[in-house]
T-cell receptor, first 115, second 114 residues
Framework: NAGVTQTPKFQVLKTGQSMTLQCAQDMNHEYMSWYRQDPGMGLRLIHYSVGAGITDQGEVPNGYNVSRSTTEDFPLRLLSAAPSQTSVYFC??????????????FGPGTRLTVL | GDSVTQMEGPVTLSEEAFLTINCTYTATGYPSLFWYVQYPGEGLQLLLKATKADDKGSNKGFEATYRKETTSFHLEKGSVQVSDSAVYFCALSDRVQGAQKLVFGQGTRLTINP
């Protein structure tokens, strides 16, 4: 199993450009999410999905768009990049059973710089 | 809303020293609590967890006890190694409408010197 994969690893954008960060998992997990990591602020939830066709907003959704057409993939779109979106982005997935906690598995991250 | 506050870093220790990283939380209900570790250039990995009050999570020599009365989940290790150098995140899990969302503290960077 590859687990959770993210592409690209690094990206530099100019203000106003758009791009898509890719995330894929091969564990048949229903739950997927995107976080951004900024210095001194930990990780903050951007968007999440509890299954194909179902998405919802997290703590910091503005400026980002998501869709979930398959169980495996959960891309994150930046419609018009801004310098405030410079960050490291992590995708995570987990099963969504009835256990008290289902471990979330994280991808290696995408480091994005917006000039 | 729910929140997690953890010890400011960075923390620098010598090998074989005792480690404590403090973590306190604010939550409605009864969250599960976690410590995640991030090694340089990698994503986050679950280090240990506790799902109810008085539970002790442990892994790789690290321990943390879920203290409901003090709303704390401090991370401890008796003798650290250079390989423990990493960023450590305390987190809680909030289940909302079937989705399990993690709320993270700000992270504590730990450096162990030989």
């Amino acid at each position: 199993n590859a687990g959770v994969t993210q592409t690209p690893k690094f990206q530099v954008l100019k203000t106003g450009q758009s791009m898509t960060l890719q995330c894929a998992q091969d564990m048949n997990h229903e739950y997927m999410s995107w976080y951004r990591q900024d210095p001194g602020m930990g990780l903050r939830l951007i968007h999440y999905s509890v299954g194909a066709g179902i998405t919802d907003q997290g703590e910091v959704p503005n400026g980002y768009n998501v869709s979930r057409s398959t169980t495996e993939d959960f891309p994150l779109r930046l419609l018009s990049a801004a310098p405030s979106q410079t960050s490291v982005y992590f995708c995570a997935s987990s099963s969504s059973g009835l256990a008290e906690y289902n471990e979330q598995f994280f991808g290696p991250g995408t480091r994005l710089t917006v000039l | 809303g729910d929140s997690v506050t953890q010890m400011e870093g960075p923390v620098t220790l010598s090998e074989e020293a005792f480690l404590t990283i403090n973590c306190t939380y604010t939550a409605t209900g009864y969250p599960s609590l976690f410590w995640y570790v991030q090694y340089p250039g990698e994503g986050l990995q679950l280090l240990l967890k506790a799902t109810k009050a008085d539970d002790k999570g442990s892994n790789k020599g690290f321990e943390a006890t879920y203290r409901k009365e003090t709303t704390s989940f401090h991370l401890e290790k008796g003798s650290v190694q250079v390989s423990d150098s990493a960023v450590y995140f305390c987190a809680l899990s909030d289940r909302v409408q079937g989705a399990q969302k993690l709320v993270f503290g700000q992270g504590t960077r730990l450096t162990i010197n030989p």
